[in-house]
Nanobody, 122 residues
């Protein structure tokens, strides 16, 4: 599956952004999807994941209650709604896909989008 992320930008602290990740192929619903992020000088970290059918989701503690992952398999798209953004959310955000169950480790994902920059100003 090929993935393309979009929706990043510059936002003030407390604001919101919605990221999108468009996938290709007729089997998109068979892929669990995840969002990861990487800030300058830091390792890539898990943000959120969703099962292929959309019935199960999982979040990093740092974003729980502020971010929501969802998907529309009819549109081959997964979303990350980010509310109450903080400066520490500033990073390049990547969407990723893996066949089967969702995971929280980047090495479990075989397919990656190109990343989209999110910058939160204080």
């Amino acid at each position: 599956v090929q993935l393309q992320a979009s929706g990043g930008g510059l936002v003030q602290a407390g604001g919101s952004l919605r990221l999108s990740c468009a996938g290709s192929g007729r089997t998109f619903s068979r892929y669990a999807m995840g969002w990861f992020r990487q800030a300058p000088g830091k390792e890539r970290e898990f943000v959120a994941a969703i099962s292929g059918g959309g019935g199960s989701t999982y979040y990093a503690d740092s974003v729980k209650g502020r971010f929501t992952i969802s998907r529309d398999n009819a549109k081959n798209t997964v979303y990350l709604q980010m509310n109450s953004l903080k400066p520490e959310d500033t990073a390049v955000y990547y969407c990723a896909g893996r066949w089967g169950d969702y995971g929280m480790v980047s090495s479990e994902y075989a397919y990656w989008g190109q990343g989209t920059q999110v910058t939160v100003s204080s």
